[in-house]
């Protein structure tokens, strides 16, 4: 299964990022730092597996 995670600089709005073991912290799990301004990055929006996963109903 393979999800897909956008993130958005809360800085200048870029959607470019690099993601390093370095740069992971309790505000930036992921490691995620736009490679722009350098801005830890922001999770774009609200996922779960199951909106990837095909044949699986919500509100059941």
Partial sequence: M???IHFRCP???GSQYRMSA???SEKN???AK???CKTN???NGSMNASDKI???RHGV
């Fill in 2 to 4: 393979n999800l897909n």
């Fill in 11 to 13: 800085c200048c709005h």
């Fill in 22 to 24: 370095f740069d992971v």
């Fill in 29 to 31: 799990p992921f490691g």
């Fill in 34 to 36: 736009c490679i722009f």
């Fill in 41 to 43: 990055m922001v999770f």
């Fill in 54 to 56: 095909p044949g699986v």
